[in-house]
């Protein structure tokens, strides 16, 4: 009797869990998993079911190779979504199929969407060759972007060779990055790893970014962006900014990044702002517990930043940085100057705490710079101090 009401309160269960969650296989819908169909439209339908449900729901990725155009895939939706990927996203081999949009795969205007695991392919060999070559290209595509997303989150999923930046998180809220992994040449142009901007919540732990420009890069109007365990390398480093680009300008605060080791990369971390007037600003940011192998630029602040000589000459930034500490940051600098402070002579570097950091180059101590700056040291601090 006992074994039987077992049995029944299973069933219960099972069919409990099975009325309160929908789920769509993309195959049903046409999907094709030999890299060469199009699946755009089947991905869309199997999109515009689930975002309609009045149920939670799962879109499924069976494994396979799944060729999809410029998609959009757009909110609001009923009820929570899953994407659940054990495939490969990949995306056409002609680089013009994606356009002048900016994008590849866009998740825009959704509130409580998970994307679990799954590997995107963009195929960014083609484009960069063709920017390398000076002929006419098209804008390029970031591989996945999210658009006014709320309660996000990513986690297992893997991006390679990006025609330009491989996430983007853009004016969201509550989005938690987890265990992703971004892989592109050092010498892509542009792949940063992840860009955020306009967004506040972000949290992102656990990552791998090897890649040809910032393996995180952190835009206007970010706030509150915690990173955690991050491995970087090749790539730029971890960049706030470059800022102050326009006068009016979101300012960037409340950054914290732990437990990261640089390995070979550009810089380690970096605040870069426009030398032209600006309102923005950069302020409460720690930096902590980082280990530098063999990085250009371990530390480096740059308000300097005027590609081309154009629309800045004989101009100094506008970005006001404050409160900035760099507390235990450890290893060895590729360079004679590990630590360079070029602040502007307008809005000096203000509130910058140095503590516990020993830098060193080719086995003895590297160098320091400073330039309009002020704030204060604590403890072993190398190569020595110019604050």
């Known amino acids: 009797m006992a074994i039987k009401l077992i049995i029944f309160l299973l069933f219960v269960i099972i069919f409990i869990k099975s009325s309160n969650a929908a789920n769509y296989n993309v195959i049903t819908y046409g999907a094709k998993p030999d890299g060469r169909t199009d699946s755009t439209k089947p991905f869309l339908k199997a999109w515009a079911s689930a975002c309609r449900s009045a149920k939670a729901s799962t879109i499924y990725v069976p494994k396979g190779r799944y060729l999809i155009k ?50 995107f392919d963009g195929k960014g060999a083609g484009f960069w060759a063709c920017r390398k070559s000076g002929k006419n290209c098209p804008a390029g595509a970031s591989s996945i972007t999210f658009n006014w997303a709320n309660n996000i989150l990513i986690s297992g999923l893997t991006s390679i060779n990006s025609q330009q930046t491989h996430l983007v998180i853009n004016s969201c809220n509550n989005v938690n990055v987890r265990n992703v992994k971004v892989v592109a040449p050092d010498q892509s142009p542009n792949t940063d790893g992840i860009h955020v901007q306009a967004s506040t919540g972000v949290t992102i732990t656990g990552v791998t970014l090897k890649t040809g420009d910032d393996c995180i890069s952190i835009g206007p109007g970010t706030r509150n962006l915690f990173m955690n365990n991050i491995k970087c390398g090749p790539g730029h480093g971890v960049s706030i900014g470059s800022l102050g680009k326009d006068f009016n300008e979101d300012g960037v605060q409340n950054i914290t990044l732990l437990n990261a080791v640089f390995t070979g990369s550009d810089n380690g971390v970096r605040i870069k702002s426009w030398a032209r007037p600006s309102n923005s600003f950069v302020r409460n940011v720690l930096f902590q517990n980082l280990i530098m192998n063999n990085v250009q630029n371990p530390i480096i602040v740059d308000q300097n930043y005027c590609p081309n000589n154009q629309g800045c000459p004989r101009q100094s930034s506008g970005v006001k940085i404050s409160q900035v500490t760099y507390r235990n940051i450890k290893g060895t600098s590729k360079t004679p100057e590990a630590v360079t402070f070029d602040c502007s002579p307008t809005n000096p570097c203000r509130g910058i705490r140095l503590h516990d950091i020993k830098l060193t180059y080719m086995n003895r101590a590297a160098t320091s710079s400073c330039k309009n700056i002020g704030g204060t040291t604590f403890g072993v601090v190398m190569p020595k101090s110019c604050l």
């Open 70 to 119: 410029a998609a959009e895939f757009r909110g609001p939706c009923r009820n929570r979504v899953t994407l659940q990927i054990d495939g490969t996203i990949v995306a056409p081999t002609n680089y013009w199929a994606l356009g002048n949009s900016g994008y590849w795969i866009l998740f825009i205007k959704i509130d409580r969407l998970s994307v679990i695991g799954g590997t």
